[in-house]
């Protein structure tokens, strides 16, 4: 059992009177996928923007790499190298697919130009943009300054996670990646999640669609009212069996209990 | 048990002999009007660009070529130049979603500092000049302020402190003219942007059209060589994925509304020696021709997409349209009304090339 990389104790967040994370945890671990599924309004995307730095819990804390982190932004979070793909992907649509990937970490030409007139590195930036999407094998994209409006749901999908490999250098976090795509493009993103994890990122998925949590996630948190109830190996569990846990039609089985 | 763990890769075992490109797209070979907005999304500019060209060309035919004289184009170029100013800055508030309503009487504000401290005041130009800028520069951060401190509609902030600037306008000149003598005594330098450099053959060049292209060339690369142009284009294009980014939203748009302060400050420099005077009540319409520049000029209202070199061939319409019709002698009515109408089809125009992509 490897150590976790990113680790939550005691997470709560209240929004006026409702209590979106109860004292919640949460634990990633090397190598792994942990898909997280949980009921609408279980908490679960709190808890996601609470560790990608969109939300600053109440209390409790977040370790990552067994150091204690507190972010007040999405930017400090990226810092520390977690990277999120977000649901509505956090792109710009009239950018191009390379301004896309380097938005908010733009490289700057070396010298005089770069230091003095701020100048962008633009051949070195699209060389590595080319590169990164190359490497998932997602170059069928034509042209590097497509702007990121003239692509399909999937193709933008395939650049909202190269940026997250390319720049992730700790864990990535998957919202809904497969949301608002065909069945071929799921796949397609599916087979990109197990290929980020074989060059050794974490990924916590959060999906609501169960079939594809259970093919490629390695362990899966269940969350409801606003804290982890059990964390289950997909191996040993049904979907159904995982539904009825996450709507308390079922207790969770010994062992499994958070 | 985990037959329901592999439940979706069997159902989707007949996806083996689907085609492997990740969403190729289906080029059932464009239509040609599909093409044409296809070419004006990926050149914006194309679009006002050949509005300029075939109104000269229209012109030059109905005028008898009185329109290519070498005097006209030179007053052509002098009297767009403080629209294309204004338009430079109104471009950057504009490219990030929002507007400025104040640009014209930070304008002139900043002016009547100017000439106010130098002449009434008697301050040195070296100081004069500068706090006249600053004016501009700080009725700009003002605006930016506002606009993300209180997170209110840039379009309410701006009419707001378009009415306070235009009351401090009044109060601070008393409604009072600085002639031009009195500026040849104590402050000559500020009307220097109005002096003409001749080219020949009767044709000039203002010194203030000769600064405003070099502000237009410096924010054109600020906008689109610099990282801070990028985080303007994507803040106006969607401020929520810009600031998921990891960009500093805030901050951003405190500094463009504080450029485009600096730019009106600087277009009051350029006011002075266009008008000859100092003048309270310079530039009623200026505001309005700026927007009218940037939106001819393929600027989106909505953000997120527009150029500096798109506002100055706008601004070049508005000056063409102006000269061209007062030479054919028609009512300056008309003027009016084919500007309101190139306004209407540019924003359609915009809106139809938007959806290329839907």
Known sequence: MSEPVLEARGLTKRYGRVVALDNADFDLRENEILGVIGDNGAGKSTLIKALCGAVVPDGGEIRLGGKTVSFRSPLEARLAGIETVYQDLALSPALSIADNMFLGRELRKPGIMGSVFRGLDRTKMQKIAREKLSELGLMTIQNINQAVETLSGGQRQGVAVARAAAFGSRVVIMDEPTAALGVKESRRVLELMLDVKRRGLPIVLISHNMPHVFEVADRIHIHRLGKRIAVINPRDFSMSDAVAIMTGAMKPPAGVEA | ?358
């Not at chain 2, 070498?70 to 629209?83: D, E, G, K, M």
């Not at chain 2, 003002?142 to 379009?155: D, Q, R, W, Y």
């Not at chain 2, 600037?165 to 000559?188: C, E, H, K, M, W």
């Not at chain 2, 009106?264 to 530039?283: F, K």
Request: hydrophobic letters at 55%; one cysteine or more; a neutral charge.
């Open chain 2, 1 to 358: 048990m985990s037959d329901d763990a592999t439940g979706s890769a069997t159902a989707e075992r007949g996806l083996g002999n689907a085609s492997h490109g990740v969403a190729s797209f289906d080029e059932d070979a464009p239509s040609p009007l599909r093409r044409i907005q296809q070419f004006f999304h990926q050149n914006p500019t194309a679009i006002p660009a050949i509005i300029l060209i075939v109104a000269v060309v229209i012109f030059a035919f109905v005028t008898g070529g009185k329109f290519f004289g070498a005097l006209n184009l030179s007053l052509i170029l002098a009297q767009v130049t403080l629209i294309a100013l204004l338009g430079t800055a109104q471009t950057l508030v504009i490219i990030t979603a929002g507007i400025d309503l104040s640009v014209g009487a930070i304008m002139v504000l900043s002016s009547i500092i100017m000439g106010k401290l130098a002449v009434d005041y008697q301050v040195p130009v070296v100081l004069a000049f500068p706090i006249g800028l600053l004016t501009g520069l700080l009725c700009g951060l003002a605006n930016g302020i506002l606009v993300t401190a209180l997170k209110l509609p840039p379009f309410i902030v701006t009419l707001g402190t378009w009415s306070i600037y235009g009351a401090l306008i009044t109060l601070v000149s008393n409604a009072a003219t600085i002639r031009s003598q009195a500026l040849d005594q104590f402050a000559p330098f500020l009307k220097s942007m109005g002096a003409r450099i001749p080219v020949g053959g009767g044709a000039f060049l203002m010194y203030g059209s000769i600064l405003m292209i070099a502000v237009a060339a410096l924010v054109w690369y600020m906008l689109s060589r610099t990282a801070f142009g990028r985080h303007v284009y994507a803040i106006g294009d969607d401020s929520n994925a810009a600031r998921l980014s990891g960009i500093q939203v805030n901050h951003t748009l405190v500094g463009v509304y504080a450029i485009a302060g600096l730019l009106c400050g600087i277009a009051g420099w350029v006011l002075i020696g266009r008008v000859g005077a100092v003048s309270p009540l310079g530039n009623q319409t200026a505001n309005l021709d700026a927007i009218t520049a940037v939106v001819i000029g393929g600027t989106s209202l909505f953000g997120g997409r527009g150029s500096i070199v798109g506002t100055l061939f706008g601004a070049l319409i508005v000056g063409v349209f102006d000269s061209g019709l007062s030479l054919t002698g028609v009512d300056p009515l008309w003027r009016q009304l084919t500007v309101g109408a190139l306004i209407i089809i540019a924003v359609a125009i915009d809106q139809w090339i938007r959806r290329v992509s839907a």
